[in-house]
Structure formats: C-alpha cells, structure tokens
C-alpha cells in the first residue's frame, strides 16, 4: 500500500504544496506534474545524491511524461559560488530549456539554493522544484523562497527570492545522511521546536529519530510555511527564525566556516537560551532541558571564542540595524519574542549565556 502523504499548503505568490513521505522520489514525477504540466526538466544535483537518487528521480519524471537532462556539481559549500552559478546557466541555455520548462532541485541546500538562483536568473526567471535530500534542507531551505551563492566576501550575498512551484520530501532520502549532516538538520529543527512547538521539540528527546522524520519535517514546514506567508520578502518576521542565529552566524564566521550552520546554530541557541535565564527574560527555565536535548542530538552547546569575538563578528552582520540588534529571546520551550538591545550590550548578553553547565 502506498505510503499516506502529508500535504502542507504553503500560501505564497504563488501558492504552492510541500508533500512528505517516505518513497516519494519514485512517485515526483507524477506529484510535480500536478503542479506543473510536463515539459522539460532539467535536473540538478549533486555528485553524492546522483549516485544515490537521480535514477529513481529521471524515471519517474519520464514516467510522468517530462522530457529529462541532467547537470552534476562537485557536492559541498565549495561549489555554492558564481562559478558554478553559470555553469548551470550555460547549461540551461546549451539545453535550450525554454520559459515553460523546469528546473528540478535534487539535494540538500547547496543544490536547493543554487538550483533555484539559476532559475530565477535564467530567461529572467523559469519555475523549479525542490526535492530535498538533506534533513536541513527539509525542514527548512527547501520552503520559502531564499535562493543564493556564496560570494568571497561572505555567505549568501548574491542570491533572489523566487518560489518554488512544488517540494516533494521523501523522508527515506534522509535515512543515508551521514550522521553529522543528520544532526546539522536536527539544530534547525530544535530551533523550531523551542520557537513555536514544544511537542516537536519533545520529539528530540529520544536515541532514534528515525521513527518521527515526516512528523518532523511537516511540524516544521507547517511553522516555516506560517512565517514566509505573512512575510515573503523577509521585512520583519522572518526574523523571529533566526533565533540562535546571531551567535550561531558569528561562530560560522569566525571558524571561516568549517564549523557547519546546524552545529554554529546549536551553540549560538545554546548560549542565548542561558542568558535570556540569567538575564531574567524568559518565563520559566529551560536552558537545561534544551541543552540537554542538543547533546542528545550529538550537537555542541558551547565554543571556543570569546562573547566579545562573537559580538564583534556578529555587529558586521546583516541583522544589524544602526545602534541596536534585534535578538530572538527565549520566554519558554515553544515561545520565543523579538527583543531589541544596543549594540553595545551584546558581549555582555552572550558573556551571561557563556557557562555551558
Ligand atoms: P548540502 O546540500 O551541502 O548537503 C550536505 C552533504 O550531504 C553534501 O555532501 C551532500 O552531497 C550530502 N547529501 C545530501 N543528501 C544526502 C543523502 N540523502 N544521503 C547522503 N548524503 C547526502 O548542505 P545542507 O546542509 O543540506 O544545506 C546547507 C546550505 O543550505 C547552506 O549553503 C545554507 O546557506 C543553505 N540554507 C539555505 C536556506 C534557505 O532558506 N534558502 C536556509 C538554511 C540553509
Ligand atoms: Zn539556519
């Protein structure tokens, strides 16, 4: 018997529906051409998940009547630059792909990103698909609309907002994550968890996740789809996503990124979990309880660098705005609010949240 989907409406311009399940890869084809009427689809991907996915991927869109071509990347951030942008977009164009064809997102963020960058650019702007493969890219980029490359000045600082047409998450992809990649995913959806749903939160608290992905996956596209409805273009309350992410980015930074986003975002949380405590902000104690649940997940709760390195890197960032910065406070495990402090104070918020007990 066929695998029950779970479908999340995500209401932006346009609309578009997020299906979660396992086996999905072997039926894409038939769930992208409810979205899209079969044309051509140019897939992108990754070295890794073509050896893995792409068979099943291209058979089941020519099953569903697209007509396939096919461009691989070298996996890895490395590859998310302009370089590789044009690549794909010579691609494309080598393709002939027209305006009423698609481009197909088959990986984890790197692909999702860039896959969707060069769709938005390419003939000023063709539809794409997203099938994430990485639980980071499930639970969060593949939903939203941020497309982007890396510059050399910074993370992703070329990039368009262009939703997608479809997202179709098959949770057996995630089954094959190496187990650090697996936890990389798990920070964002911890962060979720504290931010808005301490049932999802809770489901973390185990040894073996593997029995709650799709549930995972659609309690955190359900709130993500939630926030980018109300703010498509990221004016305001996106930034309530960002909790954990004002440190976490500044740790990233300061490691010239070898410390990955998931794991950054894990000890920046950690940290502004503990001040909001000692500082007296939130409204009952969970720095404990959510720490715990991080080392659960084999993810840090601490770093190396100083709050004052950690503030210095993070007032360079683009959150901030003029004499204030705009943190995501903790007040309990599923509620969390904006709180703006002067710049000034912010070594000494994250020195409050530095002890790791
Ligand atoms: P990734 O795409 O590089 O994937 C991580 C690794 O896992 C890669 O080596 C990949 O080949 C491999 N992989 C992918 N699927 C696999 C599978 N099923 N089994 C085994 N291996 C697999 O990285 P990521 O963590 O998915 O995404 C990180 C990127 O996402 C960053 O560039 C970040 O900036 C971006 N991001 C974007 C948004 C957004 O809203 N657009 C949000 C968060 C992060
Ligand atoms: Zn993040």
């Given at each position: 018997?066929?695998?029950?989907?779970?479908?999340?409406?995500?209401?932006?311009?346009?609309?578009?529906?997020?299906?979660?399940?396992?086996?999905?890869?072997?039926?894409?084809?038939?769930?992208?051409?409810?979205?899209?009427?079969?044309?051509?689809?140019?897939?992108?991907?990754?070295?890794?998940?073509?050896?893995?996915?792409?068979?099943?991927?291209e058979d089941s869109l020519r099953a569903a009547g697209f007509a396939v071509c096919v461009y691989i990347f070298p996996a890895g951030e490395k590859s998310k630059n302009l370089s590789t942008l044009?690549?794909?977009?010579?691609?494309?164009?080598?393709?002939?792909?027209?305006?009423?064809?698609?481009?197909?997102?088959?990986?984890?963020?790197?692909?999702?990103?860039?896959?969707?960058?060069?769709?938005?650019?390419?003939?000023?702007?063709?539809?794409?698909?997203?099938?994430?493969?990485?639980?980071?890219?499930?639970?969060?980029?593949?939903?939203?609309?941020?497309?982007?490359?890396?510059?050399?000045?910074?993370?992703?600082?070329?990039?368009?907002?262009?939703?997608?047409?479809?997202?179709?998450?098959?949770?057996?992809?995630l089954k094959t994550l190496p187990p650090l990649e697996r936890a990389n995913g798990a920070a964002e959806a911890i962060k979720t968890g504290v931010l808005s749903d301490e049932g999802l939160f809770t489901l973390f608290d185990t040894d073996d996740l593997t029995a709650d992905l799709g549930e995972i996956v659609a309690r955190c596209i359900a709130f993500k789809g939630s926030v980018v409805e109300r703010d498509e273009l990221d004016n305001g309350l996106r930034r309530t996503l960002n909790l954990g992410h004002t440190a976490g980015h500044a740790i990233e930074k300061c490691s010239g990124y070898t410390i990955h986003h998931g794991h950054a975002v894990a000890a920046g949380l950690s940290i502004i979990v503990r001040a909001a405590e000692a500082l007296g902000w939130t409204e009952e104690p969970c720095a404990k309880r959510i720490c715990a649940v991080l080392r659960r997940n084999s993810l840090p709760t601490g770093t190396e660098y100083s709050p004052q390195t950690l503030a210095s890197a993070a007032l360079a960032d683009k959150k901030r705005r003029g004499d204030e910065i705009a943190l995501v406070i903790p007040r309990k495990i599923g509620k969390c609010e904006m709180k703006t402090v002067p710049v000034g104070e912010l070594a000494s918020i994250f020195a409050a949240g530095w002890e790791d007990r």
């Amino acid at each position: 018997m066929a695998n029950t989907i779970q479908t999340i409406p995500i209401k932006t311009q346009p609309e578009y529906a997020v299906s979660i399940a396992p086996g999905l890869l072997d039926r894409c084809g038939g769930l992208i051409a409810s979205a899209l009427a079969p044309c051509r689809a140019a897939v992108i991907t990754d070295s890794n998940v073509a050896g893995l996915y792409l068979l099943q991927v291209e058979d089941s869109l020519r099953a569903a009547g697209f007509a396939v071509c096919v461009y691989i990347f070298p996996a890895g951030e490395k590859s998310k630059n302009l370089s590789t942008l044009s690549q794909v977009l010579e691609f494309l164009a080598q393709e002939q792909l027209t305006r009423s064809d698609c481009v197909v997102a088959l990986g984890g963020g790197v692909c999702g990103d860039m896959a969707g960058f060069a769709a938005g650019c390419y003939l000023r702007g063709v539809r794409y698909v997203q099938l994430p493969t990485t639980l980071l890219s499930a639970v969060d980029s593949s939903v939203g609309g941020k497309t982007a490359v890396d510059l050399r000045y910074g993370k992703n600082l070329a990039g368009l907002f262009l939703q997608p047409s479809a997202v179709v998450c098959d949770t057996d992809c995630l089954k094959t994550l190496p187990p650090l990649e697996r936890a990389n995913g798990a920070a964002e959806a911890i962060k979720t968890g504290v931010l808005s749903d301490e049932g999802l939160f809770t489901l973390f608290d185990t040894d073996d996740l593997t029995a709650d992905l799709g549930e995972i996956v659609a309690r955190c596209i359900a709130f993500k789809g939630s926030v980018v409805e109300r703010d498509e273009l990221d004016n305001g309350l996106r930034r309530t996503l960002n909790l954990g992410h004002t440190a976490g980015h500044a740790i990233e930074k300061c490691s010239g990124y070898t410390i990955h986003h998931g794991h950054a975002v894990a000890a920046g949380l950690s940290i502004i979990v503990r001040a909001a405590e000692a500082l007296g902000w939130t409204e009952e104690p969970c720095a404990k309880r959510i720490c715990a649940v991080l080392r659960r997940n084999s993810l840090p709760t601490g770093t190396e660098y100083s709050p004052q390195t950690l503030a210095s890197a993070a007032l360079a960032d683009k959150k901030r705005r003029g004499d204030e910065i705009a943190l995501v406070i903790p007040r309990k495990i599923g509620k969390c609010e904006m709180k703006t402090v002067p710049v000034g104070e912010l070594a000494s918020i994250f020195a409050a949240g530095w002890e790791d007990r």
